[in-house]
């Protein structure tokens, strides 16, 4: 006699495939929230542990003799500034944080602060040099040069920091400079070890982005527009030079 198979229900297993399907996707909002939630926490470490170990290594010294340089040269507090004349963070912080900063420290004798140069963007050695050969030759002239240098800052990915267009930059900017000597300076690149000595020194402290800023020779590694952030660590510096 023959022996009869029983097969289970097709409606049944096709029941239990839903029903897995659903659970399944069901489950993967569930695990990007975890795993969003984890990358949070250990970027948060990771920034914490930075900050941490910026705090406990030693400040880093700089040679500021000879730079570009606001404020009282007694000050207790000395901020350094990393830029790049064609960065576009470095025209949003020179426009926006500095003129605080300026007030609040610089104009009160409480801090000096002292520019290097820091290359990031491409074919931005040029401005760097005539920003150079402007301070060699006005050191008073710099500093209006400087920021209108970061006002007249067109598109990154251009190539508008050409010789052609600083000297004529110059020229109306700091009418009494020397456009000729500016103009052989850039031909012959006679500023180019004033800007590596900069970058020499952006390598020591290990600079690789702009704008970077160091109050008495600490980073700051808050966002560059956290100005009340960069105040608490120039008003704690302060305190420590009482």
């Not at 963070?89 to 520019?115: H, M, R, S």
């Not at 052989?184 to 402290?205: G, I, N, S």
């Not at 800023?213 to 560059?224: A, K, Q, S, Y």
Request: hydrophobic residues 40%; negative net charge; charged residues 25%.
């Amino acid at each position: 006699m023959a022996k009869t198979t029983k097969h289970r229900p097709a409606s049944s297993s096709r029941k239990g495939k839903k029903g897995n399907d659903r659970a399944f996707l069901l489950m993967i909002p569930i695990a990007i929230v975890v795993l969003g939630v984890l990358i949070y926490v250990l970027n948060q470490q990771g920034e914490k542990m930075k900050q941490e170990e910026m705090a406990n290594q030693p400040p880093v010294e700089f040679n500021i003799e000879g730079q570009p340089t606001l404020g009282n040269a007694d000050a207790a507090v000395s901020i350094v500034e990393f830029g790049d004349y064609k960065c576009p963070a470095c025209k949003i912080w020179n426009e926006t944080i500095f003129p605080q900063l300026k007030a609040d420290y610089i104009d009160t004798g409480k801090v000096k602060f002292t520019f290097l140069n820091k290359l990031v963007i491409a074919r931005s050695d040029l401005a760097a040099e005539a920003a150079e050969e402007v301070y060699r030759q006005q050191p008073e002239a710099f500093w209006s040069f400087h920021h209108e240098l970061y006002r007249a800052q067109q598109d990154e990915g251009k190539d508008w920091a050409t010789a052609p267009f600083l000297v004529d930059f110059a020229q109306r900017t700091v009418p009494d400079l020397d456009t000729a000597q500016l103009e052989k300076a850039l031909q012959d690149r006679t500023m180019r070890d004033e800007v590596t000595k900069d970058e020499q020194q952006a390598a020591q402290a290990r600079v690789n982005s702009t704008p970077t800023l160091f109050v008495n020779g600490v980073e700051f590694t808050g966002h560059i527009q956290d100005y009340e952030g960069l105040k608490a660590m120039i008003d704690k510096a302060l305190e420590q030079a009482k």
